[in-house]
């Protein structure tokens, strides 16, 4: 879930800070509702709580259930919505869900998931019906759901997005892949563009050359997304991208800027299976030309990538710039 971070840094914050708190994790749904196995809540004694299992309709229900557990100090599994014998608390959608609270899980264990996923490494837990909270190897947790007696979850690092270009387009696209959650990076020859990003709060790194390459520490949750009009800063940057485990490259363009992309590359010695890493035009809205449409249609496609959803429509999806796109 893109939230867990979030919802483990407040447990760990409270648990540290003396207050006791309470995980509630989604592990069984019955019918339809509107979040998936595995979401969490954060719970602390007080009645503040981080994240959500709808859209408002049961949360002060289940921050009640956490407290009557937390008085009992053991877990408990609780059923909401169809089956459950809360006759006054309906799901919207009609189904039901399954909420697994553990009481008091250990502050450092806590502490232990923020860690790792601020250093951008997957995290997987096993949870059980008795309380018990420990981490497995990630590889080990394909999907979240009950093995036996546990529930095994599994959290990936933000999406990374490191996005070169310069002009508006790479300024819309980083404030709308902020505002997603995801993190942020530019690299710039543009100091207008730079200071705008820079007081969204991401780091931002000036290009000097065209042949210059800074660090780019692309990890398998990491993509990078090219943005530039002058074709000519790109050449660097995607050879060196290519040498990276990104999720996801990409390139503004039309189809003829695309395919003199990948000739470059090939003149470069790149073979073909890397060549067939780099997705332009990019997006999934077609011919989009302002800026804003732009930023949005990279970022639906790279949000696809990342969750693993399948392409229904080729066509729909690779033609994101008109051949006046390539004007500059």
């Known amino acids: ?73 053991r877990a408990e599994i609780v059923r909401f919505g169809a089956g ?50 420990d981490f497995v190897p990630p590889a080990m947790v394909d999907r979240d759901g009950w093995v036996g007696a546990h529930f095994h979850v599994r959290h990936d690092p933000p999406i990374r997005i490191v996005i070169a270009g310069h002009g508006d387009e790479p300024v819309a696209l980083a404030r709308q892949a902020l505002a997603y959650g995801a993190q942020v990076e530019l690299l710039t020859p543009d100091m207008l563009a730079a200071d705008r990003v820079r007081a969204m709060g991401a780091p931002v790194t000036l290009l ?67 060549r067939s890493r780099i997705h332009g035009p990019i997006g999934l809205i077609p011919a989009s030309r302002d800026p804003d449409t732009l930023a949005l249609s990279v970022l639906a496609e790279l949000v696809r990538a990342a969750s693993g959803v399948p392409v229904r429509d080729e066509g729909m999806a690779h033609s994101l710039s008109a051949e006046a796109m390539d004007a500059g």
């Open 1 to 73: 879930m893109k939230d867990a971070a979030r919802i483990f840094a407040f447990l760990a914050d409270r648990a540290e800070a003396g207050e006791r708190v309470a995980l509630a994790t989604l592990t069984q749904v019955i019918g339809s509702t509107s979040r998936g196995i595995g979401t969490h809540m954060g719970i602390d004694e007080q009645g503040a709580f981080v994240g959500s299992f709808s859209g408002g309709c049961i949360e002060s229900a289940i921050v009640g259930e956490a407290h009557r557990i937390l008085s009992k100090g």
């Open 84 to 133: 459950s014998p809360y006759i006054d608390i309906r799901l919207p959608c009609g189904g039901g869900i399954d909420i697994l609270v553990t009481p008091d899980p250990p502050a450092a264990l806590l502490r232990d998931v923020v860690d790792r996923l601020e250093a951008r490494q997957p995290v997987a837990l096993s949870l059980n019906a008795d309380g018990g909270m």
């Open 208 to 274: 000097k050359t065209t042949s210059s390459v800074p660090p780019l520490h692309l990890d398998p949750r990491s993509a990078m997304i090219l943005l530039f009009h002058d074709h000519d800063w790109e050449e660097a940057l995607l050879l060196h991208a290519l040498e990276q485990p990104g999720f996801f490259i990409g390139a503004m363009g039309s189809r003829t800027t695309h395919a003199r992309r990948l000739a470059m590359l090939e003149q470069h010695g790149v073979p073909a299976a890397l």
